[in-house]
């Protein structure tokens, strides 16, 4: 007869993204190896009970320079392993504690019928809005955001406020209705009456248009003379209450940050101004985010996924500080 104490039962790791049996909570992972859903989260198509559904849109029919955001979705989920380990910094709280989040996988698109693209992309958003979770979606290009926001005007009310960091305004005329264009879609999203650009902040331009369309715009050359907390104030008091889109395209980073990019631009912000201005928007009614534009063939070390990854993560606890704050949680 064996008479040696039983081992006490080990505590459930690894690859939680497809063995966690709920939607809360982390458990141990190994950072270099499992299943790589973004963050760990439960890899799922089941919506219910989800407060925030990261997925993909792997689509670079759009672009004007150089190709391969279709890569970034699995890229920014590779980058995002690390950030799963620990207490995300500053914040010092498990934000999926506070928030069920799931990653539902990649939007399915028939890059050979270009034509049906807008339309998937829409549909996706439809459905996992009409849930009632909130959408964190990962690019792609940056076209990817206009279908986006049409869904979410169409659910949380148009026009919604739009904040929008980038490296270009993305408003340049083009009223073909078919275009697939990666630099049009906020013109398209102003003449749709989606967004109110009065109400709408540009963080980081530098590039030129004859016509901003009305939109406030906190070009890079001012975000680097007057800082990060004076751009965070001027894009609280600008939008305000209202429902609000944060739209993060990396090449708002400079290139010593944001490489790997379709259209990448000198002169922009540092990861440390970006990240602070992203980490103030919790006053914000945020209703929906992606981040876009992360193109892996042209990354080195993986730094410009290594950013997108830190955007995403530090929206995610924006959310789960406003849900914290609304319990009365400690900041």
Not at 304 to 319: G, I, K, N, Q, S
Request: glycine share 8%; proline share 9%; aromatic share 8%.
């Amino acid at each position: 007869m064996d008479t040696r104490p039983t081992p006490p039962e080990a505590p459930p790791a690894g690859d939680g993204a497809i063995r966690r049996p709920g939607l809360l909570g982390s458990w141990p992972e190994m950072t270099y190896a499992g299943v790589l859903s973004f963050m760990r989260r439960t890899y799922t198509r089941t919506l219910e009970g989800a407060d925030v559904v990261v997925s993909g849109i792997p689509l670079d029919l759009a672009t004007t320079y150089r190709p391969g955001a279709r890569l970034g979705p699995a890229a920014i989920r590779a980058a995002s392993v690390q950030l799963a380990e620990l207490k995300p910094f500053p914040w010092g709280f498990d934000p999926f504690e506070t928030l069920a989040v799931i990653d539902a996988g990649d939007c399915w698109l028939d890059a050979h019928q270009p034509h049906t693209v807008p339309g998937a992309i829409r549909d996706h958003a439809r459905r996992i809005l009409a849930s009632g979770a909130r959408m964190l979606t990962l690019g792609g290009d940056h076209y990817v955001t206009y279908p986006l926001l049409q869904a979410h005007a169409e659910r949380f009310g148009a026009p919604l406020a739009l904040i929008h960091f980038d490296a270009h305004c993305d408003t340049w005329p083009d009223d073909a209705p078919d275009s697939l264009n990666h630099g049009t879609m906020f013109y398209k999203a102003v003449r749709e009456g989606l967004i109110d650009p009065a109400h709408s902040v540009q963080v980081g331009i530098r590039t030129w248009n004859d016509d901003f369309m009305g939109f406030n715009v906190l070009d890079a050359p001012t975000v680097h003379a007057r800082g990060a907390d004076w751009a965070l104030q001027q894009i609280l008091a600008i939008v305000g209450p209202r429902p609000a889109y944060v739209t993060f395209d990396i090449d708002c980073l400079d290139p010593a940050f944001a490489p790997g990019t379709g259209t990448p631009v000198a002169g922009g912000l540092t990861s440390a101004q970006a990240l602070q201005i992203v980490r103030g928007l919790v006053p914000l009614n945020l209703v929906g985010m992606d981040v876009v534009e992360v193109s892996p063939p042209y990354d080195h070390a993986d730094i410009t996924a290594l950013a997108a990854a830190h955007v995403a993560c530090d929206l995610l606890c924006v959310l789960a500080a406003q849900r914290r704050a609304a319990a009365g949680a400690a900041p």
